[in-house]
């Protein structure tokens, strides 16, 4: 038990003081003993318009200074449910994506075997896929995973640029192609913007993912979108992922393609909060991109999400794999 | 055929490259053949505070790289719709107040005469006065407009300064006493903020306009806000006016007269797309401000909006003068 | 009646040009025959995390020269029911946290027995504590005071850094255990982000303060928030304080310990207008840090606040003690 | 002695404390009684590019704050020789630009008629021209003046914009028009960028007046060019406008027409130390641009500029016209 | 001689208004007929730091609408003497280095074969390569090149993250590698900061390049450095690269690797102003990175930069090949 | 040998990945074994002006990952002569300055006598004292330093507002009062900016301070001024203490007490260059104020001449004490 990681307390040490990890949690080489790995993939070459999101860890590490340890509604305690730690950050090469993406699929599969799950903080969505990779290698018999999937836009384009298959609007058509995900059980959430064609949501709608617009949600209310989300994505693990564009760009300006008229946060953290009991055996928070926050605020958005979804994931692990 | 200008696709050219123009659009010279013509006008010297919406039609352009082809709830197609191109800017001395309002009444009914319809980008509220101005010399049988007025502010002041009958507060009253609108077809959307004196809404109110305060607004919700405008503002051809300052500052802080507690930018959408049906033949949105907008938000809201905006107008156009 | 102060006109005199005090108002030397002064307070020693509300009542006086006269629903003349002027900064020393509790102590004990009631700008909130301290002193007979308190934080936490009892996290601990305010009369409004412990409330509530989170209030709205703030903290006189991290980051991220998810300002400032009726005979809004708010927007919402809450005390005065 | 005017004092206010003047000098409502006046003047009509100066009396008096009471190499004490105060800003009408010439003609004359001499704080340099013809009113037997000019453009255009003749690139060859400038006792020192045209000095040259360019400036040094200075505009009683654009924008970023490879604040520093002798009677300091400095650094280098020439000033009266 | 391209002049259309090119010339499609192609490349797939110089063409184009028509020292009116246009960016893929070079290759091969010199407006400094690739192949007869390379790093490193070859710390060792650099007639300008070995320059030195670190060209001077440069590029055709991070990062804090110590702009001014002579036949100026850039200093001081090297080419291409 | 601790390399490793530490070098928690310990101080309650140094640690670190291993000059290799680690931050208590003296002086005391040298970031001046005491305290035989003092302020203040002994203004006179420092062998370099009195310096000056203006600095050049400090703080053991302030704000904005006219960085490195052969034996680099800072150059400056210092100290550890 001496070696529970436990984050330094703001009433202890101000926090601005000591090093800058995930929620101020300790530093581990390895994920061997590990519940859940927070992790950083700064990475940012499958961005096609405003790039800056390989600096997204650093900042989203600063800004989680701010999470203190017990949810304030559930009063979940994730550091006491489970043993969460920072395990820095994966490899890259900023110049050479289709290494990168080796890369970070070999460093997932290899946590995953050592039986953490991982939270990893982007980087751009093309990460989604060596993560659902590595998954899928490290722990073989999951099978097809569930996906909640936060976000302005599908993701699931075939080409750009004339043919270029990785960029960070294909990720989820490859990882269905691949297997990794079970597209009858994609829910896409808050969906918005204007469209290439009038038929773009065309093949994710024809494998049968489920695509809530933002107008739907609004529609809906917070705790209908949740309920929606549980139905779809429901019955067997499920992987979260979070772009951080599907929050309004007023409270998330860094990010590479904003959409003007997203979820306020207290929006997405209602939602968030109504997908517990959801079998949540890994996920992402992806697109920050520093340069484009002045303020700062784009990270301490994306970092509050990652506090929610932590509770979530340790909360599930806590129930499927108790101590 | 051949020439019916077509925006440049995202997916075959990255947003950043290539010129900037308004939605991506070609530009044109000359505004014979079009139906629609999007201009910009640099001026602000009818601005009573924070200056810098000369520099406005740029980022505005900039921004609206952002903007697709078509629309995501009502599927709109505009440029199947309507030719439309950018006009570029229309002559302005920015050390000369009067001079401009003159320039840009005979710019714009040089445009209306060629038979193209007017989407301006400001610039300043002012100059909603010589668009008005030059609609009405260029199609003169139109007669007085309705109008349907987003603002924080109703503009209908009489005088600045011991006497200055002409600044970006004043437009509507001027528009008014010169017959060019119909006071009685005049609503203001989100009007609020500290007044100077409690009756500075009297003669507005007096003429029959229809103001409603944000309060009334978010009270009714934006469907029946939208069915009132149209209420007010139908039956006949009407200019739509949209000043950036009726949105909320934290979601456009880049202007010259913020005001706390405004729209949100979803509710301004849902709005603007609840007036589908009103016959809106020419349109500005004004009042962004560059200088004041350092994540360049303001813009990005900006172009969302003059996309609404131009949807309505091709519809428009498409049902009273199809092809 | 020749020296009742009145703010200088926008309309006649830009708002950009000539000095900038609260409001516009005249500075006044001496709080001798003022109903209500409004005074800042430039002191952020009390900060545990990101400083800078030093600077706050500059940037206050500034972004409050876009407030008009009138309040725009109430109709509320605070101008023409009050007295009110602008009293400068009270003395403050940077590097002495205890010297400068017994200056402001001091001062504002003074102004309230010259008669006027203060509506203080922060500065950080420890300041709360000697301006309650002041007030007691200065009319010994008012007793311990309800109070309406917006925060993001409930600020009653006992000892930070092992052992400091005055942070800007311990100030209404401070004031229940002085006597200075009656625990079962305060009402805390908009309560959120992680906690430090399961037990962060309990004292809080053993002693009888009323903590409406913001899942509470988001689930009421804003008029049944302001109902029951009326009911807690009404029976007899209150102080008011708006802390600006109520409101969410988006709109004010120039504060010390932003905590994502708050109050967008139509809510708060429509809470605000609930509490007409409450004797509300101070006030502060504090932890404006415009280091931190590089569009300036938190100022302006803080001046916009200010103005709410000069309107509730200026009506309440004009109740109490009619000219 | 009693109301001779001293400045608060950083060792005891803090500099962020109190009302925000010139210098920290108290406010006068009348010249009477001072021999250097300090005054705003708030308006940026006569701008051909980037607006903003209206804001830059305001953040020249913020800046100001950080000036304490003797210069470091001279150790000349202005406020012991001379009564400066803050004056306020002068009226303006920000929508109309021959009636602000008249409103500042007037408004100078009336205080050099009272005694005291101007350093004003702009605003664009159009405004060096009403301040030339106020003095010339308020003290007609001064003659025409000398002028020490430091810029990047010699303003000395005819026209813009097809026939406007006041804008900020022309006030001195209005100013040599109307007999206000002795042509031959004119220096303008930096001037540099690109030309319109071969022939854009030929007008100043053929009048005879003296064009220090940047490249002739780094060649002699700053001794030799304020020895240079003194020559030209020496005997007589001579006026020192000095254009924040002189100065490199890496320096002073906040201005409307920046052109690159300027002074650094230290060279220009060392010109003005140089020209202790002169008879400066008059001064201005123009086109500091708040908007476009984000830093705030424009305004310091601004301020420091000021306190540079109000010293020189102060030397000059107390020479002129002792006590 | 009617469709001679001429800019826009400022004295007559604002320089906020119009379209955005470079130095406001007019766009063509096509090199055919021009003597000098102002062209961007909107690509950063080489950054191994900080990224966003994809953006850096359309901020450079906007900066330099600052410049005027004439050099202010030499005189040199690069319109007068040659045909110059605006020719739009090239072709890239923001996810794909090596289709992107080979993009490039084509493009400027494409222009030199019209007759076209290019002068190119980056993009990362990995660029250089594919342009001087395409001159080579568009002009085969040129042979090797001289080289005037301003830069704070020698960017001739063999390769990074564990055996990328391509990246912008290589192209000068790839181009020496394939011939199209003459590395005894290449010299490197302003060499600083750091190394990550004492061996780091050794395979530049042995080649036969030659390096100047930035403190043997303060030691020398602008006007020896400038006399240097000619003899060791000169006797034959050169291209011109200039590295914005070889300006300090005061003046230009908007590049991916800045290094702290760097030249002012007006001493590179000067040592540009000294290569008049050499045959400068094609340049670029590149990792101008806006996202970090919010004054937007370092695209005002690129734009000047091409200024001074657009004079540079003009010259040359008018003694080479007069009309 | 294993243990030697070695900075990561941005060859290998991108720098914008891993953790954030000093130079990139390992974090140790304990002081033994290491030469050279680089520290943190984050606090910033001795500030008179603006705050905001407490964030100064971790902006230095994050931008001292710019740093390579070996000086470009000099060739020195710091990481081979000594052991080098960041040993995190030292422990403060924001609100309490008294106390935050002690906390300081006691770990820097545990350091020293655990045989390393402190290289210190802060926070602000003030911390420049405990830093002397701990160094008394763990090494009392080294007797009276001598001092390379860089400032723009000469920070020997008696007291401020009204009798506080304790502030950034105050360090050194304190530091003579003690017997830490020798002021016969105290040089301050680059002092400048205006004076409260004429008197400012004399207790410096009456103490055998040697006092070098910037003016004199620039007349000498700074060969000569490294000279001049070899000469005074020569013949013993020395500190050496960098405010950034010293540094011109166009380079480094991010401070509290900005004074126009310093140094730019190249001429600080010069001057440092010169001091090798001194014996310095700490050293500290404090008032970087990330707040003020938005370019994050302050911080780049800061690191960069971190590093100078630590290759000074880590040649004078190996002359002094080889391994």
């Not at 061997?32 to 997204?56: E, M, V, W, Y």
């Not at 697109?287 to 994306?302: F, H, I, K, L, R």
Request: glycine share 12%; proline share 8%.
């Amino acid at each position: 038990m001496s070696d529970w990681p436990r984050p330094v307390d703001g009433v202890t040490v101000p926090r601005f003081a000591g090093p800058s990890t995930f929620m101020r949690l300790p530093v581990r080489e390895d994920a061997a003993g590990l519940d859940i790995a927070l992790i950083g993939i700064p990475f940012d070459g499958g961005t096609t318009n405003r790039p800056g999101t390989r600096h997204g860890p650093r900042q989203l590490r600063e800004a989680s200074g701010l999470m203190r340890r017990v949810h304030p509604i559930s009063l979940t305690e994730p550091y006491t449910l489970c043993r969460v730690a920072d395990l820095g950050d994966l490899p890259t090469n900023p110049t050479d994506l289709m290494q990168t993406l080796d890369l970070v699929t070999g460093a997932v599969a290899k946590i995953r075997k050592a039986g953490a799950w991982a939270l990893a903080a982007g980087g751009d969505h093309l990460l989604s896929l060596p993560l659902l990779r590595g998954i899928a290698e490290g722990e073989p018999g999951l099978g097809p995973l569930g996906l909640v999937h936060f976000d302005s836009h599908s993701d699931t384009n075939d080409t750009y640029f004339g043919g270029t298959r990785y960029t960070h609007g294909t990720p989820f058509r490859r990882a269905v192609e691949e297997g990794l995900l079970d597209p009858k059980r994609i829910v896409q959430i808050g969906i918005r913007g204007s469209l290439y064609s009038a038929g773009d949501m065309d093949w994710a709608r024809s494998v049968g993912i489920r695509i809530m617009t933002i107008e739907e949600c609004v529609d809906l209310g917070p705790d209908a979108v949740a309920a929606e989300a549980q139905r779809v994505a429901g019955g067997g693990p499920a992987y979260l992922t979070f772009d951080i564009d599907s929050i309004d760009p007023a409270f998330a300006p860094g990010t590479g393609t904003p959409e003007v008229g997203g979820f306020n946060p207290r929006e997405a953290m209602r939602i968030l909060r109504g997908l517990r009991g959801l079998d949540i055996i890994a996920a992402d928070l992806v697109e920050v991109s520093p340069p484009y926050d002045p303020s700062g605020n784009t990270a301490m958005v994306g970092a509050t999400m990652m506090f929610e979804i932590l509770c979530l994931m340790a909360e599930t692990r806590a129930r499927l794999r108790p101590l």
